[in-house]
């Protein structure tokens, strides 16, 4: 009895599986489209890490012949005994636990509203996006003329009979932290709001319609439904606003300067006032290292520690 067609085993086609394969052609092509991209990452940010860390172990004043001499790890022993640098690093670890705990959820709130039916949104959607839009040097200047003694926000207070309200908010050692941490929460919400509205859109109308029909109420649909579905992309949002915290520079230069007496100076302007106006290139080098572990340490440490825990409950609940 003769096998039918459908019986027959399928064969792999070669004509198609070279078709699924670069050619030659096609892998100088890509090489040359992202070789341009590759050449720019690798001379700002691959080659300025090792620079910086081969100056973290020297000692060296910034001026062209003067002497370059190893120091080992004297410098980063330096950052750690500095008093500056200790300021500098509860003021990150400060800023850094207020956006996490802000931007994203009030984010993700926002996010959630316009992702309904209503009025407006289109304008709250740009009006919410704006800070985003100007440069931080700008949002800073314009905060700084708000905040400063004889600025927009004491004028209005003395006018309305709030004058003992009035205080040097970016001079006073109790509010000028503060005052910064506010003002970078509100220049950074618009931006995460747009990616978690975008994430939001991505889930299916079904998903909702069987929640109502079970008798879920609003709260606990996103609280239930959507924050789960949308854990991924809060996941993304925290890994951001971690990177782009520690690396707020903007801010803290054109706001106080560091200032009052260095209380509100972070890691990044430390590194920028050893190195550029100290001219100590070492110990600036060796700061900016430090940064550079931490940064990646929280970022490791934000993508695999929910994993790690949801293994683990999987484990428990199996």
Known sequence: ????????????????????????RDKVQLVAMSSPAIVIYTAFLVIPI???????????????????????????????????????MKNLALMVTVSVL??????????????????????????????TIFPLIATGLLWYFIFMPTGALNTTLTNLGLGSWARGWLVDSGTAMPTIIFVNIWAGIGYYMIILLAGLKNI?????????????????????VTVPIMRPTILLCLVLDIIGTIKVFDLVFVMTGGGPNGLTNLPTTLVY??????????????????????AMTLTLLTQYVPKWIARKRVKTHA
């Open 1 to 24: 009895m003769e096998a039918t067609a459908a019986s027959k085993p399928l064969k792999p086609n070669p004509r198609r599986r070279s078709h699924a394969l670069l050619t030659t």
């Open 204 to 224: 299916p109308e079904d998903v909702y319609e069987a929640a109502r029909i079970d008798g879920a109420s609003a709260v606990q649909i996103f609280f239930r």
């Open 273 to 294: 006032y050893e190195a550029f106006r100290y001219d100590n290139y070492g110990l600036g080098s060796a700061v900016g290292v430090i940064l550079l572990v931490l």
């Open 50 to 88: 090792f620079i910086a860390l081969y100056f973290s172990f020297h000692s060296w004043n910034g001026i062209k012949g003067a002497p370059l001499e190893y120091v080992g790890w004297q410098n980063f022993a330096r950052a750690f005994a500095s008093p500056l640098f200790q300021t500098s």
């Open 102 to 131: 802000f931007h994203t959820p009030i984010a993700l709130v926002l996010a959630a509203v316009l992702n309904t039916k209503v009025r407006g949104k289109r304008f709250f959607k740009m009006i919410y996006f704006v800070p």
